[in-house]
């Protein structure tokens, strides 16, 4: 199972990037696919989730409005839109898959994903 993320990179304040994160090595349509980041000397955190059969979405408050998380499943490959950005929003961002078992469920603890993405890397200058 692989989990390729890209896209990431330096942008100012109030620029837009997109994220990728392309699936390979099974079948992902119960999954639910997260993206998390993380700043320096601080934990991971939740961003955004998609079912990827239903196309339910759910994104933590501070980016609401801001970014939009979608997938495309003839590519197997989940997208993170970025508007706004802001120097707060600089860290590296993680995409990660569960295997299926909380299916209806729009799980945020990254304790809940099973696969990760190597990471990609979001600096917003101020």
């Known amino acids: 199972v692989q989990l390729q993320a890209s896209g990431g990179g330096l942008v100012q304040a109030g620029g837009s990037l997109r994220l990728s994160c392309a699936a390979s090595?099974?079948?992902?349509?119960?999954?639910?696919m997260g993206w998390f980041r993380q700043a320096p000397g601080k934990e991971r955190e939740f961003v955004a989730v998609i079912r990827w059969n239903s196309g339910t979405k759910y994104y933590t408050d501070s980016v609401k409005g801001r970014f939009t998380i979608s997938r495309d499943n003839a590519k197997n490959t989940v997208y993170l839109e970025m508007n706004s950005l802001k120097p707060e929003d600089t860290a590296v961002f993680y995409c990660?898959?569960?295997?299926?078992?909380?299916?209806?469920?729009?799980?945020?603890?990254?304790?809940?994903?099973?696969?990760w993405g190597q990471g990609t890397q979001v600096t917003v200058s101020s």
């Open positions: 090595g099974r079948t992902f349509s119960r999954s639910a």
């Open positions: 990660a898959a569960d295997q299926g078992r909380y299916v209806g469920t729009v799980p945020t603890n990254p304790m809940a994903y099973d696969y």
